[in-house]
């Protein structure tokens, strides 16, 4: 049973260029979570979403960073024109509908590296 | 807005040493308080739910408990294994994102 899946592991942008993490959940589960971790600070929440539905983008910066879950494929979480203070890791995560449980289980991380 | 607080930020340990991680917390109704496990460079690894005060929950070395204002990760007779970084999260009713504190970087010596 493989757990959430996340690539590239590692990236590195020059500034200006985009970023494009991907996430794939757990088998059967059918909410994502993106959450971002600066280096020497705490995860931080970006966003929730159910396929095709953005539910809580409460954490997402307002301008250059998306994301979107389509009904087929995978999670994206998209970063345009991309700064130096971009870099850090992003986590990927999933949960099951709330009949089945709402813990959330992590994916091993993407880190992005802006030059 | 959830607030959680945990402490120590840093914690060294002997092996066979026990000890206690707090994690404080403020939440608009409870849905449930995660513990994670994060080993550097590697995503936060699920240990504990707990959703009401007087729940325990133990695996292994680690026990958690819960009351209505904060948990604690009880860690009996560490290994050096042990050695990561421990994270609390909680998660309100109505919301499903969780909120997470900075975290306990806890190193067990041989």
């Known amino acids: 049973n493989a757990g959430v899946m996340q690539n590239p592991r590692h990236l590195v942008r020059r500034r200006g260029q985009e970023a494009r993490l991907r996430c794939s959940p757990m088998?059967?589960?059918?909410?994502v979570y993106w959450y971002r971790q600066l280096p020497e600070e705490g995860l931080k929440f970006m966003v929730y979403l159910q396929k095709e539905n953005i539910i809580d983008e409460s954490g997402m910066p307002k301008e250059r960073f998306s994301a979107e879950f389509p009904k087929e494929g995978p999670s994206i979480l998209r970063i345009q024109q991309v700064v130096r203070g971009d870099s850090a890791a992003y986590f990927c995560a999933s949960s099951p509908d709330s009949l089945s449980g709402n813990t959330i289980y992590f994916g091993e991380g993407s880190w992005l590296t802006v030059v | 807005e959830d607030q959680v607080t945990q402490s120590p930020e840093a914690l060294r340990l002997q092996e066979g040493e026990s000890s206690s991680l707090n994690c404080s917390y403020t939440v608009s109704g409870l849905r449930g308080l995660f513990w994670y496990r994060q080993d550097p460079g590697k995503g936060p690894e699920f240990l504990f739910t707990l959703y009401s005060a007087g729940e325990e929950k133990e695996k292994e070395r680690l026990k958690a408990t819960l009351t209505k204002k904060e948990s604690f990760l009880h860690i009996t007779a560490p290994k050096p294994e042990d050695s990561a970084t421990y994270l609390c999260a909680v998660q309100g009713t109505g919301r499903r994102a969780l909120t997470f504190g900075s975290g306990t970087r806890l190193q067990v010596q041989p």
């Open positions: 088998k059967g589960h059918s909410h």
